[in-house]
Every structure is written in C-alpha cells, then in structure tokens.
C-alpha cells in the first residue's frame, strides 16, 4: 500500500512537471513539445496520429478466447538431432514412432488441439535443431510391460487403406519407402499368416485426448 | 516431477506470504506463473500471404504467445512455426529503438525532431533543385495497407512523381502480369476454399511444404482422405512436396513453357477441350510484329502441334513425354487447382508463364468452379492488399487503376485532393531501374519502409553500392525498420519502426480476404509505427512547400480515416470493399472482396454470377446471366485470353565458362532475408548458416563432400557456401537459400538483375554460375 501510494505521488508529479497531462486521448490539441508513454520528447504532429485505441489498450472487439497454457509451453517442443529426425518430413514419419512408441519414443499428447493441426505435418510447428542432443526423459510410468502390445498402425494415408497382410507387408517386408522391417519372433505360424489387423490396431485420427496404450 | 500434498501445502503458503508481503506486483507474478492470466486477441499472422488467421496472447502489454485460431475460416488453427516464434521475434533485444543519423560515416544517435527535419530537409531539396522525379518511394507489402496506400497517395498525388515502388515487383509482378493479360484484372478470381474441393493439384514452382506450409498441410489432409486426390508437382528442384507427388515433373531451368503447351496440346489433341466454355468465354491471341493480334481454335491447335508435342516437349525440357500426357489428361478432367509462386513469377518470361498456366484452365473450363481455379500464392502478408490493391507501384493506382488512363488519374486526383494534371502519366521506375538511377545519382532522395533491399536485390552488390557508396553529390537514403539489417548499414538516416503487433491496420492475404491485426503491445523505446512517420513527413513536406498545404494534414488523424477513403476508392471498382468497414473487420475474421455493402458476406469466387457482386450491380453488372455463369467482365470484349506464346529461354543460360545454373528460394524456419527469423534462438539454430544443394553425381566430379566450403561464382560476384549433397537439384544445377547475412553467404550478390519485359520482376530463380572448392 506504501509502495502504492509513492508510486501515484510520483506519477502525478511526473505528469505535472511534462505539463502535457495524463491524457489518453491523443486526439485531444496537443502542446508543440510534449511526451510519449515512455517519456521521450516526441514532435506534437506525431502524438495527434495514434489511433485511439493504441492508449486504451485493446479493443474489446478483438478479444477471444484463448487456450489455457502452462507457463514454460508457450513454444512447440524442438526436435533433436537423430538420424529418424533428419529424415523426416512427412507426418507419418513422425507418427511411425510418436504414435506408437516404437524405438521408447516419447508418445505425443496434444491436448485441446485442433485436429487439423494434428493432422499437419509435424515440422510445420516443430523446428528440427541439428546438432542439438536427444532430451533424456523418464518414460511414462506404466502398469505394463513395454513389449506387452503390439505396436499401433498410423494414421497415415498409407495405412487407411491397407486391409490385407499383403498390403502391409508390401512395404514392411521389402522397406520400400522406408517403412520398418517386420520381425516377428517366436509367434504361432497361425497368428503371422493372418491379417495383420488382427492384432495390430489402427489410429484412425490423431485425436487431441488420444494416449499411448502404455499410459492406459 | 510431482510434489507431495505436504510439499504443495508449504509452498502455497509461501507464496500467500510473499504476495501479501510485497503487495499487488508480487501477487501478479503469481498469477503469471498460473498462466491463466493472459488476454487473447484474434490477429492475423505477418509472414507470408496465406494469412493465417492467429490468437494472440498478452500479458502486460507484451506478446507471449501465439496460437493458430481455430475459429479462422480459412486456415482453422493451422499455423506454421515461424509464426508460433514471433513473440520472441517482436521482443527481440536488438530492435531499433531510436533514429539515428550518418555522421562522420557512422551512424549516431539522434531525436525524432532531428532526424525528420533531416530527411524532409533532403526531399524538399532535391524536388526543388532537381524536380519531383528525383525522389522515391520504396514500400513493401509487409507494410499495413493504410500505410501503403498514404505513401502511394503522398508521393503521386502530393509530390508528382510516379517513383513509387515496393518488394513486390520482386516476388508477384508476373502474377499481376499473368493476370491483367489474361483475364483484365488482377487478383486470383478462387479462394482457399477450393483446397476443400479440388481432385488434382498442380504445383508449379512453389515449394509449398516449407513456404507455404499451412497450405500444404491443408492439401495433404485433403489427400490423405481422399484417395483419388492427386497431385502433379512441376518443379526443376525436387523438394519436400514431392513427398506427397503423384506425378513429378522436372524440366530444365527456364524451359517449363514447353512443358504447359505441350499439357494444353494433349488436351486439345484428345478432345478434352470445354468447347462450350472457349465459346461463350475465351479469345485466342498472338503478338505478331509487337501487336496482339486475334486467333481462332484451329491456329492455336496448328500452333501446339507444330511445336509442342509431349514428344518434342521431352526433348527441349526432359520430362518425360508420358508424365506430361498423364499430367495433362488428371488437369483436364479435375477439378483442378492450380497453385504457383517464385518459381515461375522469378523469371524473364514470368508474365508468359503464368499466361500459359490461365490457358490450362481456359480451354478446359477448370475455372469458376468450387476446387478448379489458377491461384497464384503470395510470399508476404500484404503484397495483395498493401501493394498490388492500393496500386503502390509504378504503373498503376488504387484498385485496378493505371496511370496511363487519364480518367483513372482524375479520378485519384479528385479523390486526394490534388491539383488536376498532378499524376504524371508516364510510369515511374520500377525497381530495378529505380534502384540503378540511385547508382547514377539521378534519384536523390530515397525512402525504404520495410524491407530489405540491401539484401534481397539481384545483383546486390551493385545497388547496395548505389545505396550507401560515399561518393560527392551522394543521393540520401532514409530507411525505416525494426531491426538493423543489411540496409540499414548502407542509410544515412535510420528510423525505428513499430512491429506488427504494436500496431493496428489491415492486411490483405492471397485470397482476396482483408484482416485486421489490432495493436496488442507498445513498441520498444521511441520506435514508432511507419504511418506516424508518414503522416509526420508529409506534414513537414507541406510546411516546406512541396507538397500541397493540409494535403494530407488535414485529412486523416489515425489509420481508421485512410480505411475510410480507401472504401471510397474502392466504391463501383472490380475491388469493391465499401462494405468492409473497420467495425466489421474488427469482429470478424477478414471478408474477402468484393463486398461492397455492409451485409454481403464476401465473394469466394470472382467472375461467377450468383457469387461475384459486381455481376449484379455498378460498371459489370449483367442481369442476363444465370446462377454460376462465368463471366470475365474485365477482359476485353469479356473473354480471357488464351495466349500463343513463343519459347524462351532464361536471360543467362549455363554455358561452358558457367556451367552450373543456380537457383535460390526459402527453407521452412526462415523468411526472405531472415531479419525477423533469425532472431529466434530455436529458428536460427534450426538453420544456423546457409547451404548449398548439389547433385552427387556433379559433386563426385567437382570432389566436393557435404560440409565443404564451395565458392560459386557467376559473372556479378560470388559466394562461399558449404556444400549439401543432396539429389534434389537436378545434375548442372544448384539451390541455395538467401536467408542469411553474412558476407560469404550473400548469395544475391551472385544473382542475376534481369527482369521480364512486362512484369519488370527480376531473374532470381535461373543464372549461371561456376562451382570450386574454397
């Protein structure tokens, strides 16, 4: 309250010594010499110019509302430097890990996002640093094993038509396009000739709530 | 991380302590850390044309945050991440913040009141002693349009000199060109709302994926949704939006031409012509002895077939005759959208490039309709509106006006105030002519309001010469900005600039859609917004008896009293936007123009009765037509031009001295010339220096390795750039962006200053250069 009431004595002060008072509307006649916000000495043509909502603050017109961010998450997450980084540019590329935890992949969680911007590739907001080290992060406490479910199948275009084993192992067999090679070990002969549908699921949109089977 | 309860209990107490202890600013600080306490307010991005519609977050009168807007009916929340880092970017520690004058050769300190008397000092001087054509104007379309527009109006109007000019001549000029000619006015006559609707997208020299990277995901969610979405890409570097490419073209540099007859030969020769739309809408033109002459069908069909065969196309360019025969048989049957940008605008035939892409979608009808139009994609937020609409260039004036019709200067000078015969007819210089009579002193003194000029110019090294080499009788140069930057070394007098945010105007995107971005924070130290300044030295031209008294003093207060005259120069225009008063820009998210009342929606597409108001009513109304007619009111006899075009090559082909041909362009995390980029730590790590890109099978040969220092040379001036090698460029050519500052990467002292004949838009994309390791 103290702190308060020298800080008025000394702006009234101030605005008495400038002899330019406390206006706030600019428009107002304006002496020949006078003042801006900050104090500096400003021609009097150039204060008559501001807009009248420039010292009101914003206009109430504008005003929307907003997301809820938490301090610290004003800025998208940069990406480090990996070999899987560098090369990715589609969203897939991305999601083949992101969205499935492959490789201990922090598994994304974009909460209250829109889906269109889910659904942008990634890079258009996270910006690849090279040189700049993996983050060590402690991986998301869970009830289950890591290995305990198969991996999911991306929503990307490429898998949302894919319905039969040949289709997926068109690519997971050969690596063509850089998919990942299929290795299953140790499974029942019957489970590998079946759809592979059968037990791997498919995102069907990078919905903003979606989380990792893991976190379940 | 998680606190226990008895952990959280202690420090909440803490905190309730130190906030009564030290009263309401600690208590804030509280608050802030909650990060429930920041306003959001709707803006529009300030990069590039698209225009993303984005919320701002406040607190304190400072920017923190930014988020796309969700409600923006356009881009629906997507925003790219340079955008996501302006807050760091308007709150950058090296922003200019207050003028400074060339003393002694450096530049010093001084006040507002000195440093404007200077520089109306030196106008009023050079107009008197060495007439009103000794001045110049130099804007840019990051510029708000009011102030555009009160610059335009200032320096034709006020002054008399048609030396006004601005940024855009360097990205858009062969666009304007492509459509004035083709179809009698400017502006794309489609919308973004055609993304939602189109089946095949051709992609024609724009790098989509970084430049434009909410457009691109836009086109990419479409795809990924529908299967039989295609997309043709015609590009000589191979670049990230091949990754969703169906079909790849890539022709060699400067030879595309051959590539779009011979799309429109396959077309005509298989019969998939929309004859009934050629008949009721399209003439076919040729320039014969410099003078266009009328055509019919069958000479454009001999035309084609005589020299554009996909066959002969594949020898000239080296697309592959079937790739140009699948391209042309997806284009016809649609619907499709065409989308383009530097790669064919940056060129000496830019203007008949972009002719030829119009005849695509001429002959085939792929025009007017939801998901088929040609679109030109714009580099920076306010080309279209700022610059282009306003008629801020050299030739022309306000809303599709020219200064060569006398009518359409009577109309300005009515408007403005002037005295009759004040617009001079002839065009001033444009801006590479502008820029080499400032080098032979014949201009004396120059305005730049940013942009970069010293650094974005071809040929760099020659104008900044022009711009900042002591000479006797050297001409002065004012350069406003908000950040030092290569131009601002070269001035002799440098003002600080309000940003964007700091405050409050209008921008015009590619789709014809006006925003308003309020003034969510103050401008740091004396730094004031570019149309204080104008109206500050318009003021002081008056008083000095150059420009007429009250001219411009007694009109306009804020920016709210341009808009309201801009309305009025828009009024029975083909850019009506009388309806768009600042109240209703304020509420909602930008309305696309025309909209000349206040009740009409917008228009998505121009040219089609039922949507386009100008059919219903003023100059172009036409009450004979049906709902969904296409009608070109602004083309000669109301047909578009399809336009016979010769083949020609670029102004410096590669040759034996210069056998590699370079081309430049962008990278996603940065801007043109990196002034605003660059200053966000997480940006300018992405790309900390520039590259360039080299064919492997040309570096084995040169032995130049990824990461080696390369000197490319040409016959203006060279560069040392560490190689990247990289199959995206084709064998014989390389890519470099012109992001960066430093001496040794300045790649645009190596560029080429030739420009189109029509367009007058320089060279960039294709000159030739020679590689070695440094």
Known sequence: MKRSGIALVLLLAFCASNGSGCRTDSRAEAPLETRDRIGHVVAAEATTTQDPDRLDGVDPAVKVAGPRIRPGHEYPPTLSDTKWHRDAWSHNDCLRCHETGVGDAPQLEHVGLPSILTEAKCRTCHVFIPGSPKSEREPAPSPFEPWAFPPMIPASSSHV??????????????????APRVVH?????????????????QVRAVEATWRSHRQR | MTNSRREFMKTSAMLSVAAFAEGPRCMSNVLAKSGDDIEWVKSVCRFCGTGCGVILGVRDRRLVALRGDPKHPTTKGLVCAKSLFLPKIVHAEDRLQHPMIRKNGELQRASWEEAMSLVAEKFATAIQKHGKDSVAYYGSGQAMSEESYLANRLFKGGIGTNNVEGNPRLCMASAVGGYVTTFGKDEPMGCYDDIE???????????????????????????QKNHDVLVIVLDPRYQPVGSIADIYMQPKPGMDLAVFHAIAQVIVKEGLCDMEFIDKNVQFKIVENGKPEQVDFATYEKFLGDHFTPEQAELITGVPAQDIREAARLIARGPTMSLWTMGLNQRTRGVWANNLMHNMHLITGQIGKPGATPFSLTGQPNACGGVRDTGSLCHILPYGRSVKKAKHREEMEKLWGSEPGTIPAKPGLHTIEMFRALGRDEIQAMLVLTTNPGHSLPNCGEHRDAMGKPRPNKPFVCVIDAYPTRTTELADVVLPAAMWSEKSGVFGMSERRYQYHPQVCDAPGEARSDFDVLLDFAKRLEDAGVVPKGYVSSKFKTTDDVWDEMREASKNTAYDFYGMTRARLKKERGVRWPAPTTDHPGTARRFVKGDDPCLDAGPYADRSLAEGDVKFYAAPDHRAIVWLRPLEGPAEPADEEYPF?????????????????MRAPELRAAYPEPFVEIHTADARELGIRSGMPVRIQSRRGEAVIKARVVDMPQRGTVFVPFCWEDDAGFINRVTIDAYDPGSKQPEYKICAVQLSLA
Do not use: Y
């Open chain 1, 161 to 178: 038509a894919t319905w039969q084993r040949d289709d997926c192992l068109m690519c997971h067999e050969s690596g063509l396009r850089d």
């Open chain 1, 185 to 201: 070990r140790n499974m029942p002969r019957l489970l590998l000739e079946v759809k592979c549908r059968t037990c791997h699921v």
């Open chain 2, 197 to 223: 609707h189109a089946k095949v997208f051709f992609l024609v020299g724009s790098n989509t994926a970084e430049c434009h990277p909410t457009i691109f995901d836009q086109i990419l969610s479409r795809k």
């Open chain 2, 661 to 677: 041909s370079l081309s430049t362009g962008r990278v996603l995390e940065h801007w043109h010339t990196g002034t605003m980029t």
